[in-house]
């Protein structure tokens, strides 16, 4: 919906109501100015692109003063001169080209500098500023001048320009600056937002850069400790710096996809399970990893590092422990979106089963103990389905974190 399609909130004032004598004209025609300042106000709050809301003015400007021509001038230092950025009534090759003087001796320069609105009703006999040629050359007999302000220095000028005769009055430089101070504050909005987005922009490629400095970092770490497991000459300790290393290289792995993710929060949680069980599927071999799962789940990064960590717990025991007679038996992972709420994981394996009479909450074993701490840490449920055959553990974690928690 344009802005003059909108239900006004006030009834309109009936055309016919008003007398049609230079009273009721000049009544008409401040009404009118309203209505158009109104017009303005809506589309710099509509979020009109910067080009818009300068021909909006130029046009709106000239139409409420019934002139022939508007210009919005903006100012260029560097040659103290101000360029006709937009305009109405202008012939071709003026708005975008032509400039005037932005001295104290020319009107628009007077307004620029000093503050003041310029009215020049007479440029002929103008003896306070010289008029610049381009009014000459159109034949511009009476002029109003009001500054522009913008981010913090003032942007130009706002000019009407008129060939017939007649004057502008102090209402009518009233209704020019009023589209000018509407004007120069969508052009300090529009400039803030810009900083805004660079500022985000900036952030948001720091971030990335962070995340891509700890996902290296971590794989140097990842990789000692793989050296190290090689070299110690301990079969225990070595299968433990084994486990801290693919602990370490999981979380490597969501880094990894943060760096490279449009998105700096959320990760596909499917590709990066894939890549993590990828990992696993070396620690755990002779056995398969037979991992099925949805297209994509996207997760908060931080809660897909703990579901990763619970699946390289699970996958890992079940490689140590269901199958101790070796063979092609197989690790299954599932991952399943519930609802819109929450996501399933699960690991089974058909193996020889849990000890008889395991009890995973009194368990004093590293494995169980962190596998219960990072699902309290995810809000989620994990129990063990009975099966016929091996072990199954299910987890039901919510999407989201829960907010109460501190
Ligand atoms: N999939 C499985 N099949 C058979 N037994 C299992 C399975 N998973 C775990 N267990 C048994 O449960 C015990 C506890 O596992 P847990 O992960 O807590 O400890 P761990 O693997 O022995 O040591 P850690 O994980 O601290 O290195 C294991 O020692 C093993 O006997
Ligand atoms: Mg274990």
Known sequence: MTPTQQQPIVEPVPADSIPDDTTGRALRLRIRQQELLAELGVLALQGTSFTGMLEHTARITAEGLGADYCKVLEYLPAENRL????????????????????????????????????????????????????????????????ILQGDGSPFGVLEV??????????????????????????????RYQRKLQLALDRHQVLLKE??????????????MLHL????????????????????????????ERLAYNADYENIDLVAYLREVIEDLEKSAAPFKIDFVAPD????????????????NELVLNAGKYAYPDGGSGSIFVRLVQLDS???????????????????PSASKRLGTRLVNALARQLDAELTQPATAVGTNFTLIVPLQANTKRV
Do not use: C
């Not at 620029?112 to 006999?125: A, E, Q, W």
């Not at 962070?210 to 990789?223: A, D, F, G």
């Not at 190290?228 to 084994?242: E, H, I, M, N, W």
């Open 161 to 190: 320009d008129s060939r017939s005769e007649g004057e502008f009055s102090e209402h009518d430089v009233a209704f020019l600056q009023g589209a000018a101070n509407i004007l120069g504050m969508a052009i300090e909005q529009q």
């Open 83 to 146: 360029l006709v950025k937009a305009g109405v009534g202008w012939g071709p090759g003026v708005v975008g080209h032509a400039t005037v003087g932005a001295d104290l001796a020319s009107p628009a320069g007077y307004a620029l500098h000093t503050g003041k609105p310029v009215i020049s009703n007479h440029l002929g006999n103008e003896q306070r500023f010289r008029t610049p040629e381009l009014l000459v050359e159109h034949g511009i007999r009476r002029a109003m001048n009001v």
């Open 228 to 255: 190290q497991s090689a070299a110690v000459g301990d079969p225990d300790l070595s299968d433990r710096l084994t486990e801290a290393s693919n602990r370490i290289a999981a979380i490597g792995h969501a880094y």
């Open 341 to 359: 709420t929450s996501v399933q994981v699960s690991v089974r394996d058909e193996g020889i089963g849990m000890p008889a009479g395991f009890d």
């Open 210 to 223: 962070v995340n891509h400095r700890v996902k290296n970092s971590l794989q140097v770490v990842s990789s």
């Open 296 to 311: 994509e789940i996207q997760f908060a990064a931080d809660r897909a590092i703990l579901v990763a960590l619970i699946i």
